[in-house]
């Protein structure tokens, strides 16, 4: 069946576009070439100014202490690299660049590997920030289940193992640790290769690796992380967004943690911003952009802002010495030095 009316109304919409493209065509097409160019990619990585995330935002805990604290993880602003973020970098100095290449551990590794391994940091010191923070605070935490994901690769083989994989089997072994491992590279010769079953995507799969001589030891060539599954009392879940990632927002997690397990508010009504890695026997690492990291500290009004000791500590206070800032930086080595930091406040 023939419309007519549908037609005219085509063909007048088709006038239309037609004139709009000849009064505007130049204007859209310097636009849209000024687009390609600005977003045409770059192989750097720009680190811009930093933020701060509330904690309280990221953890769900059934905690009869639950209370209205503010504190938060500083971050720095990772952007891809373009000739937009490439100019911009020139024009605000706060901005570094940093070559694709030596953000990657290893010149194999794509930009989706790196990512994986960043989560499966993120997931690590979440799961250590839990374990500490109920071990200090006197509550039950129980390891129900272990998953040890591949973290780095040494060098990739076309049916070998992949950054991320969970290794199941070793040689037909169940996988129990890193002792399952080991005692199969033992009973093998350096350019032997070892079987491995993952599970990669949801699905299990056949995979090999070579093993390898590192400083007269037989090795792998691969490093392993494991990620736990906790039963604990009283409940906790995170809810971090997949944009987030890396080890760094640690130390103040095991804080935010232990603050809503135990009856006094370690914050005393101050808004705290800190970073830092943690590990298990809570000691406190060192991160990569203190500066940023403070800017935002001082952009959220922060009364504190925690920092790893030595180097960390140093560059923050140069910083804030170059700005003038007035807020109260503190050096910390543990997480109990960080408690008797927050109650000298």
Request: no cysteine.
């Amino acid at each position: 069946m023939y419309y007519k009316g549908v037609d005219k109304m085509t063909n007048k919409l088709y006038e239309k576009i037609k004139e709009f493209m000849k009064e505007n065509g130049k204007s859209i097409l310097i636009f849209l070439s000024l687009y390609l160019v600005l977003s045409f990619p770059l192989p750097y990585y720009v680190y811009a100014g930093g933020g701060t995330i509330d904690i309280s935002k990221r953890i769900d805990i059934k905690s009869s202490n639950k209370k209205d604290y503010k504190m938060y993880f500083a971050y720095v602003k990772e952007l891809k690299g373009n000739t937009a973020t490439y100019l911009l970098s020139k024009v605000f100095k706060d901005w570094e660049l940093e070559k694709e290449e030596d953000v990657k551990l290893n010149n194999d590794e794509t930009v989706e590997e790196v990512s994986i391994r960043d989560h499966l940091s993120l997931k690590s010191a979440n799961q250590t920030a839990i374990l500490l923070a109920y071990q200090k605070a006197g509550k039950k935490v129980k390891i129900k289940a272990t998953h040890p994901y591949v973290f780095y690769l040494e060098k990739k083989e076309s049916d070998g193992v992949r950054i991320g994989d969970e290794i199941v089997k070793v040689e037909d072994m169940e996988y129990k640790d890193i002792d399952t491992l080991k005692s199969v590279i033992e009973e093998k010769e350096v350019g032997d290769r070892i079987k491995l079953v993952v599970k990669r995507n949801d699905s299990k799969k056949d995979v090999y690796a070579t093993i390898k001589n590192y400083q007269g030891r037989k090795v792998a060539g691969i490093s392993i992380v494991n990620i736990y599954d906790y039963e604990t009392n009283p409940k906790i879940e995170l809810k971090f967004k997949q944009s987030e990632s890396g080890p760094s927002g640690g130390l103040m997690l095991t804080l935010a943690i232990y603050n809503n397990l135990v009856d006094k508010d370690i914050t005393k009504g101050k808004k705290i911003v800190g970073t830092g890695t943690i590990e298990e026997d809570g000691s406190v690492g060192s991160i990569g952009g203190v500066k940023y990291k403070l800017n935002g500290a001082v952009r959220q009004k922060a009364d504190v802002f925690l920092v790893p000791a030595g180097e960390n500590y140093e560059e923050a206070l140069k910083e804030a010495k170059r700005k003038d800032y007035s807020i109260k930086i503190e050096a910390v080595s543990t997480f109990d030095e960080a408690l008797k930091k927050l109650k000298k406040i």
